[in-house]
């Protein structure tokens, strides 16, 4: 039993691997892996190679697909609809992105400590997150009405001149379309932040405490560096979810009024499902591939990082 | 001093709390109006009516009793393929050196973390050459298929933490690596199961993208797109919609009323560490 055991402990996490090794692997764990991977291979990464392959042509998806190189690319440059639908996307990442990340942390220190009450604060931010897009898009929606709950109250206010069909118009829908994102991925953020919180030895505090720091040097100091792996996740997760936003844009506005609620996945949706032409959408799916693709790295390299310690 | 501070957190995040449900509860409010009532008095008004109808056309006219089948139709069958072929590849994974390991991982992974556009055409031009487009089972592949890189990846993870002695007394009793799965690692792995499962639950069933890709007709949607539906049928009926939107959150509210903890524990999964 001894002597059986100390290969185990020798070889610290997939230990019994080694006793097995020399005698080969049973067929059934190669199918363990073979399995999964083939589905994914075939429906995820085989897909994405010919994403990349169809964005050099161009395609109505009955005929053949036709190669015209970077053509789709170069036509981006004079196509309107793009830079408005690329610019918001950047505005999509500063302002969801940002607000949430600066909002979910500003909520996770402020509920941080155990207190009567605490849950059920934390639980009412919380809530949305178990909501569709879809559906927390028509409760937005119906807010936003004209006779909506918003303009009764800035009716209320006396800020009648502020009432307006936020939807409607284009230089409000954007922003109008951003608010329940925010409103849904405010507590999703604050949950991971409060995991990270919780996280942090509290005798830092206390050595801190003991120094006579102020409380902007004891988060200075203490709290901002210890959430740097909390960070560098969230800053993923935004990124992946500003770029991957489709669900409430699609709802409220559908891009519009005249696009000036497009984001670049929308465009792409419509592009290639409405307007057919799947070789111009593939181009606008490899953009987003691009925008994301150094997330993706770093994101790699982070669990490729973990899974060698 | 302190009483003041704790009667300023409260008030703060009391305030904050309201800010944040008013939606839901204006919503379950507009929900069992009537639509003379929301007519005359505007949508953001208080209820003068009550009545339950609203739950009723939108179930019934409305198609979604039809489209929650569908939802669940999809829906279960994904997390049980998902979380399943997911536990196998990371039993394999974390507890035997299999070849090249770790670049499988994360291939998985990556291909979890790849936008989506980028596989909505070929993706649907591949279930149209398989004769499964505008099918559920199409949508379940699909689903499946897109999710097992990040379940993979968290699972191997919780397995690889399972101490090798447990394994090694299963291995010493004769068991092969079938059994060692099913009836010493699997169980032991039920937290992080929980965990994923009900964010798979929740994942699949608010699902539009996917759903509107491979799926056309409107007697196969589920309950997500067919919203969008419904809100295109009932322009204005917002106690309808309301109504609508109220009933495609119930299932999802469920799950995470039973795996409260497990659900947040899983959302936060890899914020720590």
């Known amino acids: 039993m001894t002597a059986l055991a100390t290969p185990v402990r020798a070889g610290t996490n997939a230990a019994p691997a080694r006793a097995k090794k020399r005698k080969g692997l049973p067929p059934v764990l190669l199918a363990f892996v073979l399995v999964p991977l083939l589905v994914e291979g075939f429906w995820v990464l085989w897909p994405a190679l010919q994403g990349f392959y169809l964005s050099l042509t161009s395609w109505d998806g009955v005929s053949a697909p036709e190669w015209t190189g970077f053509g789709n690319y170069a036509e981006m440059f004079g196509d309107p609809t793009f830079r408005t639908a690329a610019l918001n996307t950047l505005i999509w990442l500063v302002l969801f992105g940002g607000l949430s990340a600066v909002g979910g942390l500003g909520l996770a220190m402020f509920l941080q400590r155990e207190r009567r009450g605490v849950g059920f604060y934390r639980a009412a931010l919380f809530t949305p997150v178990v909501f569709s897009l879809v559906a927390t898009s028509l409760i937005w929606q119906g807010l936003y009405q004209p006779d909506g709950l918003i303009n009764k109250l800035l009716g209320a206010l006396g800020l009648e001149s502020w009432q307006h069909a936020w939807l409607a118009d284009s230089n409000t829908a954007l922003y109008a379309v951003l608010v329940p994102a925010l409103w849904r991925q405010l507590g999703y953020v604050m949950v991971l932040y409060l995991a990270g919180l919780k996280g942090i030895d509290p005798a830092l505090y206390e050595a801190a405490k003991l120094d006579g720091v102020t409380r902007w040097q004891q988060f200075r100091y203490v709290t901002w560096p210890q959430l740097r792996g909390v960070n560098s996740v969230i800053l993923s997760v935004i990124v992946i979810d500003s770029l991957r936003s489709f669900d409430v844009v699609w709802a409220m506005t559908k891009g519009g009024p005249y696009h000036s609620s497009e984001l670049l996945s929308t465009y792409m949706y419509a592009t290639a499902f409405q307007s057919l032409r799947l070789g111009y959408a593939s181009a606008l799916a490899v953009v987003i591939f691009v925008l994301a693709f150094g997330v993706i790295v770093t994101y790699l390299v982070r669990a490729f990082k973990e899974d060698t310690v | ?273």
């Open chain 2, 1 to 273: 001093m302190s009483k003041r501070r704790t009667f300023l957190f409260h008030a703060g995040a009391g305030t904050l709390s309201v800010l944040w449900l008013l939606p839901i509860a204006l919503v379950l409010l507009t929900s069992i109006r009537s639509f003379e009532d929301v007519a005359a008095n505007g949508l953001g008004s208080f209820p003068q009516s009550f009545t339950l109808a609203p739950f009723g056309e939108a179930w019934n006219a409305g198609g979604e009793s039809r489209a929650m089948l569908n939802s669940l139709i999809v829906t279960l069958p994904t997390v049980f393929f998902a979380l399943g072929l997911s536990a196998a590849a990371a039993f394999a994974l974390s507890r035997y050196e299999i070849p090249f390991r770790r670049t499988i991982l994360l291939v998985m992974l990556g291909g979890n973390l790849l936008p989506p556009q980028i596989l909505l055409v070929p993706v649907s031009k591949l279930a149209e050459l398989l004769g499964i487009y505008d099918t559920l089972t199409a949508l379940v592949i699909v689903q499946v298929g897109f999710g097992l890189g990040f379940y993979t990846f968290v699972l191997q993870g919780f397995m690889r933490t399972i101490p090798g002695e447990i394994q090694q007394a299963a291995v010493i009793d004769g068991a092969g690596p079938v059994r060692i799965f099913l009836s010493v690692i699997l169980p032991l792995t039920r937290p992080a199961l929980a965990a994923l499962g009900a964010l798979a639950f929740t994942w699949t069933f608010n699902d539009l993208l996917w759903a509107i890709t491979v799926l056309r007709t409107e007697t196969v949607m589920p309950v997500t797109p067919a919203l969008l539906g419904l809100q295109g049928q009932y322009v204005s009926t917002w106690n309808v919609i309301a109504a609508g939107s109220v009933i495609a959150a119930i299932p999802t509210v469920a799950v995470f009323l039973r795996f409260q903890k497990h659900f947040i524990s899983g959302l936060a999964i890899g914020a720590v560490k």
